[in-house]
């Protein structure tokens, strides 16, 4: 492994041991030395990767917004959209369970985007416009049909919140079973 490799990967190590740390413990009482103890590595160390636990934080957010472009319905074309989210879902629920830091991602990303956490972080966290996005969607179903009338917004909110609480009780009990994508989609049908 090249030394430019080795720092990659060491990179990698600090911002998955905080995303752990800041999901079990919560940002503000999780301390740089907690996440340079847990990697293992010196804190001088750590702050040659980052500068701070802001920054980490911030680096979290970046990956977790970039995430979301996923959950973008502008290349749908002619799938139904109860279909796309359907897929997406199935997707999704089946990426996290091969790669469970996602669970923690989505945890995480709830938790930045409320008022107290730091601006920076919290404004990458608000702008990534999945719940507007996927209102766009949902108009798209209402026009075909598909899905229930009601304020296209107000129901993109409830169909991301119900994801983001099965996120976090999968985060919290990893042996628990996604659910069936069509369960979720229900909530938008008429």
Known sequence: MTRKEQKEERRKAILMTALDLFVEKGYYDTKITDIATAVPMSTGLMFHYFESKEELLIELVKMGAEGTKSASAGD??????????????????????????????????????????????????????????????????????????????????CFWASVQGIMEEMAMDRTMAAPDPEWIVSILRK
Do not use: C, H
């Open 76 to 157: 749908m074309a002619d799938i139904p959209a109860d279909l796309f989210l359907k897929g997406f879902l199935g997707q999704m629920f089946s990426y996290a369970k091969e790669q469970p830091w996602v669970f923690n991602m989505f945890v995480l990303m709830g938790q930045v985007r409320r008022k107290g956490m730091p601006e920076e972080a919290r404004k990458i966290a608000m702008s990534t416009g999945t719940v507007e996005s996927t209102s766009m969607l949902i108009s798209k179903g209402q026009k075909d049909g598909i899905f229930k009338d009601g304020d296209p917004l107000l129901l993109s909110r």
